[in-house]
C-alpha cells in the first residue's frame, strides 16, 4: 500500500469547512483513497472513498488530483461532534487490511 | 441492523491470566477482521475471516494471540498468558466482501494488563 503524509493536527471553527489534506505521492494507479474517522474511545468510522473522481456523500467530500498524488477531504460545515482523528489510507479495492497512519486530530473549535 | 458489537467494553487482568473477547459482526457481513490499537497509535491489522475460514494473519499476532469464527458468524480473540505489552484496544470491524469492502468497526474492547 502507498504510504500517506497528513500533518498531525489542525483546528477549524465551527460552522466552517474543515479542509484535511493527505499527501500519497508513491499511490499505485488502482489504489484507492479511503478516509476513516475516529471519534474518542469508539472504532473508527467509515466516511467516503474514491479512485481519480471527485465523490461527495452525507458526510463529506473527497477532492483527489489529477496527478491523484494528494487529496482533501472536506467537512463542509464542521459541527463540535466532527473532532476526531482523521484517515487518509491509500489501498487496493478488495483489500483486506486496512492500513492506519496517525491521522489528523481534527479539533472544531466552538 | 445493529452494528458491530463487541463484548466486553473493558477487561483488567492480571498479568499470565487468558482473556477472550467477542466480537458479533453485523448479520449477512462474510467478512470480519480483527485490529488493536495501542495509545496515540493508528489501528493495526491483527487477522481476518473469510466466512468461517482465517484467511491471513499479521506477525503482530503471537502464538499467544488465537482467533476463531466457528460457524462464520460471531468470533472471539483469545490472548493467552497475558503480558503488559498486550494492553491495548481490540477492535473488530466486518464487510460483504467482494465488491463491497467498506470496514464497519466495532466500539472495541479496551484490555488493561496489570
Known amino acids: 500500500d502507498a504510504k500517506t503524509t497528513q500533518p498531525p493536527s489542525m483546528d477549524c471553527a465551527e460552522g466552517r469547512a474543515a479542509n484535511l489534506p493527505c499527501n500519497h505521492s508513491t499511490i499505485s494507479g488502482n489504489e484507492y483513497v479511503y478516509w476513516y474517522r475516529q471519534i474518542h474511545s469508539q472504532g473508527p468510522q467509515y466516511i467516503i472513498h474514491g479512485l481519480k473522481n471527485n465523490e461527495t456523500n452525507e458526510m463529506a467530500s473527497l477532492i483527489i488530483t489529477e496527478d491523484r498524488k494528494s487529496s482533501t477531504l472536506i467537512l463542509p460545515h464542521a459541527t463540535l461532534r466532527d473532532t476526531a482523528v482523521y484517515y487518509c489510507?491509500?489501498?487496493?479495492?478488495?483489500?483486506?487490511?486496512?492500513?492506519f497512519g496517525t491521522g489528523t486530530r481534527l479539533t472544531i473549535i466552538p | 441492523d445493529t452494528g458491530v458489537s463487541q463484548d466486553p467494553r473493558h477487561k483488567i487482568t492480571k498479568r499470565g491470566q487468558n482473556v477472550t473477547f467477542r466480537c458479533d459482526p453485523i448479520s449477512e457481513h462474510n467478512r470480519l477482521y480483527w485490529y488493536r490499537q495501542t495509545l496515540g497509535q493508528g489501528p493495526e491489522f491483527l487477522t481476518y475471516?473469510?466466512?468461517?475460514?482465517?484467511?491471513?494473519k499479521s506477525r503482530l499476532l503471537s502464538d499467544r494471540f488465537s482467533a476463531e469464527r466457528p460457524k462464520g458468524s460471531f468470533s472471539t480473540l483469545e490472548i493467552q498468558r497475558t503480558e503488559q505489552g498486550d494492553s491495548a484496544m481490540y477492535l473488530c470491524?466486518?464487510?460483504?466482501?467482494?465488491?463491497?469492502?467498506?470496514?464497519?468497526f466495532g466500539p472495541g474492547t479496551r484490555l488493561l494488563v496489570l
Open positions: 489510507i491509500v489501498t487496493f479495492f478488495g483489500n483486506e487490511k486496512l492500513t
Open positions: 470491524a466486518s464487510s460483504f466482501g467482494g465488491s463491497q469492502e467498506t470496514q464497519y
Open positions: 475471516f473469510q466466512n468461517e475460514a482465517q484467511l491471513e
